[in-house]
């Protein structure tokens, strides 16, 4: 059982190296021929932008494609969102009733290329939300200074990039990628990483917080001490849960 999923794992690890690969060289390519594939092409793609802001926004959901999300805070009383990138892959915008929903219509028909899609989200550093909840199947995820009193993050082939943000209760999940959390503030964390690294560095202490990690296939760090792929500790403060299957966790505070 062990050796099939080892070897699902490697099969799909070659793919994402050889379709990243192509993607990244997409444009040069484009320049001399386009790939007919029926799903996938490689050639010039339209592109656009835009800017769009919304006041009293208490709750955020996301669910996108192909896109790389950046969430900040700032200092004003707008919701301010930004996109650059494929006209194709533009997302579709709701807001009603101070809940911000974000979505991104399915695209049957590829063309590769190394044009970016980034999408942009600026909040009002002194709200927080009733939750946020980002899921994102090919893209990064980077937040910097959210509150919210639950955040679920999900990326299905990217990293996550987490900093100084703030909530009860934080789910964050990725299929192959990296999470890299820094300075959170949380009661309840879960992490789940199935082909990448984990590394948290907290801004408080973590002492009372009770621990269950595991890293199947990697080494587990607390405080510059290893720790073989284990490490269980209990406490009162809160609950912190790491899976990860073939990666290394790192935990400092």
Do not use: W
Not at 19 to 43: A, E, M, S
Not at 154 to 166: E, L, V
Not at 189 to 216: I, K, Q
């Amino acid at each position: 059982m062990k050796k099939m999923y080892l070897t699902i794992l490697t099969i799909v690890t070659v793919f994402c190296i050889i379709f990243g690969t192509v993607y990244h060289l997409g444009t040069f390519f484009g320049r001399f021929t386009t790939l007919n594939i029926p799903f996938l092409k490689i050639g010039n793609v339209k592109t656009t932008s835009f800017e769009k802001k919304y006041q009293g926004v208490k709750s955020a959901e996301l669910d996108v494609n192909c896109l790389n999300v950046t969430v900040d805070a700032y200092n004003g009383d707008e919701v301010i969102i930004s996109y650059s990138g494929r006209e194709l892959y533009q997302p579709v915008i709701d807001f009603k009733n101070g809940s911000l929903t974000i979505g991104q219509p399915k695209v049957k028909d590829h063309k590769i290329s190394s044009v970016e899609s980034n999408l942009n989200i600026s909040l009002p550093a002194d709200v927080k939300l009733s939750h946020v909840d980002i899921t994102a199947d090919m893209g990064n995820l980077d937040l910097s200074n959210i509150t919210a009193d639950s955040m679920n993050l999900s990326a299905d082939m990217g990293s996550i990039n987490c900093t100084g943000a703030s909530a009860d209760k934080m789910d964050i999940d990725t299929d192959m990628g990296s999470a890299n959390l820094k300075d959170l503030s949380f009661t309840d964390l879960s992490v789940s990483v199935d082909m990448g690294s984990v590394e948290l560095n907290s801004r408080e202490s973590l002492a009372d917080y009770s621990f269950s990690c595991t890293a199947s296939m990697g080494a587990i760090t607390v405080n510059d001490e290893d720790y073989s792929g284990d490490y269980k500790r209990s406490g009162n403060a809160g609950t912190i849960t790491i899976d990860a299957d073939m990666g290394s966790v790192a935990i400092n505070y």
